[in-house]
């Protein structure tokens, strides 16, 4: 398997754009989880969906930013508008959804908004 | 609710030396306890993993011990190379969530040769 596999890499944008980061989950895997790392709040999860229901947004930090899994294989993150404060490693992991099951995390999309 | 408490870093040693990162962690139920590590430009990958009290975890030399009477899991090594040189996570995952973990703030390792 692939891996879990996030796109793009680098995301440069001006404040107030649109951004959209992709994700696709190992094939088999039931949960998916949104994360967001920066040096000065460590790693940060921001949704998870289990079965490609959203369980809990709570780490959503405002309305700017949607979390979306249509189907088993593809979820999205997008944020609009977005702010230089969101500019962040966003990660995406996926595991089998069972409970004390390990996480596989993407390589991340290195996010810098202007 | 759950947390994880890593020692704070950042922490360099000289190649070879013994490592030490201490992890305790407050949790419902019987949780999980996970090491992950991450090195420059990646993702988070597992490094070991202990499901119940006083299991002992090992992988690539490193090993923790699941210490239910402490709340505890903290990572060893006997001998640190550079190439150990990363961002090391502490977690935890419950039995209550869809695999939902928790994770500490993270200890940056410097080792120099």
């Known amino acids: 398997d692939a891996g879990v596999i996030q796109s793009p890499r680098h995301e440069v944008t001006e404040m107030g754009q649109e951004v959209t980061l992709r994700c696709k989950p190992i094939?088999?895997?039931?949960?998916l989880f949104w994360y967001r790392q920066t040096m000065m709040r460590g790693l940060e999860l921001l949704i998870y969906?289990?079965?490609?229901?959203?369980?809990?947004d709570s780490g959503m930090p405002e309305d700017r930013f949607s979390a979306k899994m249509p189907n088993a294989s593809f979820s999205t993150l997008k944020i609009q508008p977005s702010e230089p404060r969101d500019s962040a490693v966003y990660f995406c992991?996926?595991?089998?959804?069972?409970?004390?099951?390990?996480?596989?995390f993407g390589s991340g999309t290195q996010l810098s908004v202007l | 609710g759950n947390s994880v408490t890593q020692m704070e870093g950042p922490v360099t040693l000289s190649e070879e030396a013994f490592l030490t990162i201490n992890c305790t962690y407050t949790?419902?139920?019987?949780?999980?306890l996970f090491w992950y590590v991450q090195y420059p430009g990646e993702g988070l990958q597992l490094l070991l993993k202990?499901?119940?009290?006083?299991d002992k975890g090992s992988n690539k030399g490193f090993e923790a011990t699941y210490r239910k009477e402490t709340t505890s899991f903290h990572l060893e090594k006997g001998s640190v190379q550079v190439s150990d040189s990363a961002v090391y996570f502490c977690?935890?995952?419950?039995?209550?969530?869809?695999?939902?973990?928790?994770f500490g703030d993270g200890t940056t390792l410097t080792v120099k040769p």
């Open positions: 992991a996926s595991s089998l959804g069972t409970p004390n099951e390990k996480l596989f």
């Open positions: 094939s088999g895997h039931n949960s």
């Open positions: 969906f289990n079965n490609n229901v959203p369980i809990d």
């Open positions: 949790a419902t139920g019987y949780p999980s």
């Open positions: 202990a499901t119940k009290a006083d």
């Open positions: 977690a935890l995952s419950d039995n209550t969530n869809a695999g939902k973990s928790t």
